[in-house]
Nanobody, 117 residues
Framework: QVQVVESGGGLVQPGGSLRLSCSAS????????MGWYRQAPGKQRELVAT???????NYRDSVKGRFTISRDNAKNTVYLQMNSLKPEDTAVYYC???????????WGQGTQVTVSS
């Protein structure tokens, strides 16, 4: 079992920045594919960004150029740096760890991000 814990959410004004962190347990963290997802009220959960073991990243179009996903394998942590935040970025952000060899997914409890003046 992999324990996933997010942190770093909060209230920020439009144009501001936040950095989310996600830690995952286990001694093979470096092999996991890590992803950030979000779910706004009344909407389906959507993929925000992913980073694979080798470091390659992928982003949804609406966050490209504003969000950056990164990982520190020595700390078993993945980050989501969010800049130039917009009200439409408001959502609960979830972290997911995936074992690529069997596609097992492990989810965190989510952290609220609210962008509002």
């Amino acid at each position: 079992q992999v324990q996933v814990v997010e942190s770093g959410g909060g209230l920020v004004q439009p144009g501001g920045s936040l950095r989310l962190s996600c830690s995952a347990s286990g001694n093979i963290f470096s092999l996991y594919t890590m992803g950030w997802y979000r779910q706004a009220p009344g909407k389906q959960r959507e993929l925000v960004a992913t980073i694979i073991s080798g470091g390659s990243t992928n982003y949804r179009d609406s966050v490209k150029g504003r969000f950056t996903i990164s990982r520190d394998n020595a700390k078993n942590t993945v980050y989501l740096q969010m800049n130039s935040l917009k009200p439409e970025d408001t959502a609960v952000y979830y972290c997911c760890a995936v074992k690529p060899w069997n596609s097992y997914e492990y989810w965190g409890q989510g952290t609220q991000v609210t962008v509002s003046s």
